[in-house]
């Protein structure tokens, strides 16, 4: 597998993804974050966009769920411009878990995950006992059966980003945008909630991530996208994508690409000042 090209994007490929930006642009007032942006989500596969803070990573989630509208360029869902289909409709395709999410005071985790089943409701189609399975079904994938008359304030960072998961799996899609999902999380909290993300992978989800923490986002994405100043500066697999090179060019940063010893994925050691062995670092590098 090679690192995917813009030009490879723009010449057809994108047309087998579920999700797929085409000279995208996207801004804030007169302020540009993306520029003639190109990225590809294959299908059934966990895709992690990496990049320095301000290189617009949440812009660009924000953007492929139609929260933000592009100033030029298409999104396209399912083979069709996004800006076409009606925000029921989109709801229905692809769900959307922001950062920091708040739960009104007192809510509890059944009534929130229930509120993922709105997309589905109507004047002619109220709530019914299919909606009620569907609701007992995400909370028992995101092992939150057990909380779901507890008040979500109530809950621990970890068990309530499983509670979100679960409200965007109540939605009916297969297809999960999750906007820094680890975000105020420790590191055993992290994990479990990457380990959920990848079962639910592993139950045919196709999943989008934004990750700060890059050896996590290696460790747990099949596809990797890596922004810099709101371009796309690689797409691929992390064995093809993650190089010493590449992590200084888009990030800055001095660092040391290793096999990972417990995985089959790059482990990335930074290089600064302290403690570091530096005769030794620069033989080797």
């Known amino acids: ?139 028992a994938m995101t092992g939150v059966s057990d909380l779901a008359d507890r008040p979500v304030d109530s809950l621990s960072g970890g068990q309530r980003q499983r509670v979100w998961i679960s409200m965007t799996l109540a939605q009916g899609t297969d297809l999960l945008l999750l906007d820094e999902p680890t975000t105020y999380l420790d590191l055993a909290h992290a994990i479990d909630v990457l380990d959920l993300v990848d079962d639910l992978h592993e139950s045919g989800c196709t999943v989008v991530m934004v990750l700060h923490d890059l050896n996590l986002a290696t460790r747990y994405s099949d596809n990797l996208v890596v922004m810099r100043e709101g371009t796309v500066l690689a797409q691929g697999h992390p064995r093809d994508v993650i190089t010493a090179d590449l992590l200084h060019e888009a990030f800055g940063l001095r660092a040391k690409v290793i096999d990972d010893p417990v995985g089959d994925r790059p482990l990335i050691v930074p290089i600064g000042r302290a403690h570091v062995e530096l005769d030794r670092v620069v033989t080797q590098l």
């Open 1 to 139: 597998m090679v690192v995917q090209s813009i030009s490879a994007v723009r010449s057809g490929i994108d047309d087998a993804s579920r999700l797929a930006a085409r000279g995208v642009t996207v801004g804030y007032g007169a302020r540009t974050v993306i520029d003639e942006l190109d990225v590809v989500i294959p299908p059934g596969v966990i895709t992690t966009v990496i990049g320095p803070n301000g290189c617009g990573k949440s812009t660009l989630l924000r953007t492929l769920s139609r929260l933000l509208k592009p100033t030029s360029g298409t999104v396209v869902l399912d083979g069709e411009d996004i800006v076409t289909l009606r925000t029921r409709d989109v709801a229905k395709k692809l769900g959307l878990l922001p950062q920091a999410p708040v739960a009104p005071d007192g809510l509890t985790v059944s009534d929130l995950v229930a509120r993922g089943r709105h997309p589905h409701q109507s004047w002619l189609r109220q709530w019914s006992s299919d909606d009620a399975a569907v609701v007992e079904r995400a909370l």
